[in-house]
């Protein structure tokens, strides 16, 4: 078995207590602090502009009457400095440790016990909508790179997402929502029982590796632009002694041969990316997709699910999160946009799924089977859309 | 980066893209970081002292060594959390109604 990269990943005492304590800070702005904004909202802000007689009639207007606010405005600098220093906090521990980390990787990809792969391909053009900014404020996202085999920016994302969701209570578990929508899918298609499985912008597998145990026969691919976090995916799945392959590929034209796969998934990625990269990342899954395949995407609810408010709410990233693609991608119908991808209209879905990991088996089939209400996105459900292939 | 030889890296403390402003003047949102990480340090200081108390109780003698290596137990840990979050609490203290 591989070394565990995770391991090598070795805080001081102070690197530490930093670490946790700010899972804690981030977890009080997008928990407490939302909480204390709602209120604000609902017993000053919303009174005020209905007895001025300018009740708010979108999200763009509860937005910007919040703008003058002061704990709208503490509300968004807590939450924006949190972002930086849940990544900032694990850098000191990886450029500490990086040689380490770096070493663990390159003899996982040499050794690849599990019989993962990794294929790279440096001749990839990074698609500019990921290389102008920094997407949710990770300084160098997954692909930037500052030496040869080079995974910093891989373990800066992984160990920093690990503060991100240290405090949150549903994403306990490390890929709680692939844990989440593998069941779905295993629910949901009983007769499905996929073989070949394609993560997309899979970063590095988090979210892929729990589809081993729920179909430990399939073979797993996940592709990303991003080569360090492809690297570090590796050392990870080999770790657990999960088979993955790995490669370095634009979703939105792959070197996979038609009807490729008969699983096709996707989490937190298409919001990253423009709209008109959607169409065509969608288009690629009809392509790949075996007759009968089904194609599962965990994503942002679309404003038409949601309320106001809560666009309000998830909107606010676009701006102040470095997720430019955000609005614009929760303003499209992902039905229209399955139907234009080739997929028939009566096997398209968009719904909830319930947080297998906090729910438990039973609450899970209730959720799933549509007796019982599936907790909103983000908690303890998750919402995806996707659809079937034609037989 | 110059600082970058294969072995040891710099990473950059600052992300790419227009950081936001939230307040009127921008100090404002240079101010709140400098409140952030001092209230951030704080925390760290309070934590440390806190693993000096754990040590002394437990053996009535420490060294850096110690210090350096001491992680709580899960008991220990869930009071940190609890203490982390009432910090919080009172150094964020929003001006809202109960
Ligand atoms: C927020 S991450 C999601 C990571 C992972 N799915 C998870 O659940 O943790 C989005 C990923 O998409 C990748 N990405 C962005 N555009 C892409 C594209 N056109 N093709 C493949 N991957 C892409 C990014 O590099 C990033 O790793």
Redesign the pocket.
């Known amino acids: 078995m591989s070394a565990d990269i995770e391991a090598q990943f070795k805080p001081t005492h102070d690197e530490h207590a930093r670490q946790r304590f700010v899972s804690m800070l981030r977890k009080h702005a997008i928990l407490d602090m939302t909480q204390k904004l709602k209120a604000r909202y609902d017993e000053s802000i919303e009174p005020q502009l209905q007895a001025e007689g300018r009740s708010p009639k979108s999200w763009r207007d509860i937005s910007k009457a919040m703008q003058d606010d002061p704990v709208y405005r503490f509300y968004s600098s807590t939450r924006y400095n949190a972002q930086e220093m849940c990544f900032m906090s694990v850098q000191p521990t990886i450029e500490r440790n990086f040689s380490d980390l770096k070493k663990t990787a390159s003899q996982a990809a040499a050794e690849a016990t599990a019989g993962g792969s990794l294929t790279l391909d440096p001749g990839l053009e990074l698609?500019s909508?990921?290389t102008r900014l920094d997407?949710?404020l990770a300084p160098g996202?997954?692909?930037r790179e500052y030496t040869e085999d080079d995974i910093a920016s891989g373990a800066v994302?992984a160990f920093g997402?690990k503060v991100f969701t240290g405090q949150h209570p549903y994403r306990r578990s490390y890929g709680a929502?692939?844990e989440s929508v593998s069941y779905f899918v295993d629910k949901q298609f009983p007769d499905l029982k996929p073989k070949h499985i394609l993560?997309?912008?899979?970063?590095?597998g988090?979210?892929?590796v729990p589809f081993h145990d729920r179909f430990p026969d399939a073979e797993l691919h996940g592709?990303?632009?991003?080569a360090p976090?492809l690297r570090f995916g590796l050392a990870y799945a080999e770790h657990l002694g999960v088979p993955v392959h790995f490669s370095q590929?634009?979703?939105?034209q792959t070197r996979f041969e038609d009807e490729s796969f008969d699983l096709i998934t996707?989490?937190?990625?298409l919001h990253?990316?423009p709209v008109v990269?959607t169409r065509r990342?969608l288009a690629e899954c009809y392509r790949l997709l075996a007759p009968g395949g089904v194609m599962v995407h965990m994503e942002l609810p679309n404003e038409n699910a949601v309320s106001d408010y809560e666009n309000f709410f998830w909107n606010w990233d676009t701006r102040n999160n470095n997720e430019p693609f955000y609005t614009q991608f929760r303003s499209q119908d992902p039905a229209a946009l399955c139907s234009e991808a080739g997929f028939s209209k009566d096997s398209i879905f968009a719904r909830l799924i319930p947080d297998y990991a906090s729910s438990g088996v039973e609450v899970a089939d209730a959720c799933i089977a549509g007796d019982r209400p599936t907790p909103p996105h983000g908690k303890g459900g998750w919402f995806v859309f996707g659809a079937r292939k034609e037989r | 980066m110059d600082e970058s030889s294969p072995d040891s890296i710099k990473l950059p403390r600052s992300t790419k893209g227009t950081r936001p402003s939230f307040f009127d003047d921008p100090s404002m949102d240079q101010m709140m970081t400098f409140i952030l990480e001092l209230t951030t340090e704080v925390a760290v200081l309070r934590e440390r002292q806190d693993s000096l108390e754990r040590l002394l109780d437990e053996r009535g003698t420490l060294s850096r060594a110690d210090v350096e290596a001491f992680r709580p137990d899960e008991d220990g840990e869930a009071e940190r959390t609890q203490w982390r979050e009432a910090f919080l609490e009172r150094v964020l203290r929003l001006h809202v109604p109960e």
Do not use: R, W
């Open positions: 698609p909508y990921v997407i949710h996202y997954t692909h994302v997402g929502v692939g993560d997309m912008g899979t970063c590095s988090k979210n892929l592709i990303d632009v991003g976090a590929q634009n979703a939105e996707s989490s937190f990625f990253e990316v990269a990342i």
